[in-house]
């Protein structure tokens, strides 16, 4: 049952690899070492455009940062700025509120004294165009005028105790003041003056007299003449 290999040829087999054979497998190992370093090679260029491209997104984010964060305040400002208006427009609205409700509060009796005191005071018939805002402007004063003595300690506290005190105006006195004839004119300027008085605190300087004859009123202080010729005076130490 032994199995001997004496009849082997071994010298078939002996010969080794010729020259030619070597080459090509030279060759070989040579074409994939080359491959493997340019594959290398190509990782490696890969890598560096990648951390190229990590640093400058790194470096236009610090450069963007500082803008973003001046963009942000700007409009930060620009936000608290739109609010304060907007408190400062409702603010503003609520008084208007207020004011109308306030004159809505006022009697009839005390308009008709404002409108006639005003008309007989500083005219208002017939006004040319030329005159318009001369005698807008001597109405309002006079309005402004009667509600200065109506916050004062020294008048009475109602437009009609201010208007009929006595020897107060001359209109009232000579009965003037009872003859005029109220136009919407008149009456538009009035109102619009009481509406400024408390809303915007217009007040013809505080004065608390006024005077066309020329003459001087001893101990007061003058103030201003307006449009129509009225001087207007206050107390020395208001």
Known sequence: GSVYMTDFNYEKYDKGFDAETIALFACAILAFVLLFCCWLSILRVEDVKEEELAQKEAFM????LPTAGIASELAYEAEIS????LEAENELLIREVEVLNQMLQVTDEEWECLYRV????????????????????????????????????SFPDTIEGVVKAPGQFSVVSNGSYNKVEITEFTIQNVREAYFNYYMYGENAQGALYFRS????FIGLKSLFVDAVG?????????
Do not use: C, M
Not at 82 to 85: D, L, P, S
């Open 118 to 153: 005003a008309r007989s005071e500083a005219g208002g018939e017939g006004v040319t165009d030329d005159r318009i805002e001369d005698i807008k402007e001597g109405q309002q004063n006079v309005v402004y005028t009667i509600l200065n003595r109506v916050h004062s300690d």
């Open 213 to 216: 004859d020329g003459k001087d």
């Open 82 to 85: 739109r609010i304060e208006v």
């Open 230 to 238: 009225h001087e207007f005076y206050t107390h020395e130490e208001e």
């Open 61 to 64: 984010v610090t450069q963007e």
